[in-house]
């Protein structure tokens, strides 16, 4: 199977809430002349999902990418804006920044494989409007570092918590810290709905704002068309309530698949301690949620060794994660060669990250929750892995870090 943990959990649960929906012939969230849109699958699923996280309101959508977008046209994010993003993340983290006439402005990476905050100063600009840390294969950024920046230089902060559904930095959920949180449900993520995602704040106008640029323009309370009563100039990224009805079950088993995740990943991390020449990525708070746990060696050679063998591959060579492999965004592909983005001084390049692109390669990631070759993760366990099969794995990976 490939996909995160919550397609490991998959059951009655979901099959309940779809036949629900069915049943009712209700698949759009305002399908149903006189109904109440906040009533259905995808209304659930936001209020029970912004009090499990803490924020004190949640906006349902299709997509992470599209969750993405949402908080940056919340934040009034646009035409050569410049965003700090790190170079190591998923390319909708980028594109999403061009697709808003804004400028993305790429960063270093630390060993914990997220934003390095000692790097952030040098890059802000007169024209900086924000920075969006990225809580990378589920560990949290080092939050303190980057919001007391951010706070110095009066910008906002927009979360990328698409791969980190359930983290925490110290006792509050990723995603509540800075201004926006944005969370994908795709199927590799932490629980999934096959595709969505849901924006996550706590501040009234940025959420009727977001809801409005998801849903055409249209402010929270609507029943139906309304004219007179639009806020914003929006676009078409709702949830629809069979999408809705498949994330509200797995949202109510994010408690139980976050503590089984971390079982697991304990579990196989004891087993490969101590061994020469290689440890782990730094986890910045005991609340990440990694999907993955990703083995750090002290040269590329090494690493390189290492993955031969195991049938694997570093981090570096994954693909689709890694600024170098990202050739739109190097070679500034945008629609039209009027966007901002030939205009600006920032420069793109491959290799214009040395540290990013040190670590990258020294780093291998392996399976705890999720099969994805784009992370680099071609070998490993799932949270439904026996004692007995995770004793193997570890076994294999020691037996070729000795032979190293």
Known sequence: MAGGPGSYVFGAEETKELMDVINSHALFRYGTPGVDGFQGKVATFEREMAEQLGHKHVVATSSGTGSLMCCLAALGIGMGDEVIVPGYTFIASISTIIMMNAIPVLAE?????????TKLEALITPRAKAIMPVHMLGNPCDMDAIMAIAKKHNLYVIEDCCQAVGASYKGKCCGTIGDMGAYSLNVFKTITSGDGGFVGTSDENLYERAFGFHDQGHKPSRMGVEVGNRSIVGMNMRMNELSGAVALAQGRKLPGVLNTLRKKKAQ??????????????????????????????ETKELADAFCAKAGTAPIAKSGWHVYNNMEQILEKKTWTDAHPFHQSGVRYEKHMLPQTDDILNRAVNISVGVVDKGLGAGTGININSTDEEIETVAANIREIVLSL
């Open 109 to 117: 990476i630390d060993e914990s494989l997220t934003l390095d905050p």
């Open 268 to 297: 196989l991390k004891a087993k490969l301690q101590g061994l020469p020449g290689v440890g782990f990525r730094r986890v910045n708070d005991p609340g990440e949620c990694a999907t993955l746990l990703t083995l750090l060696f």
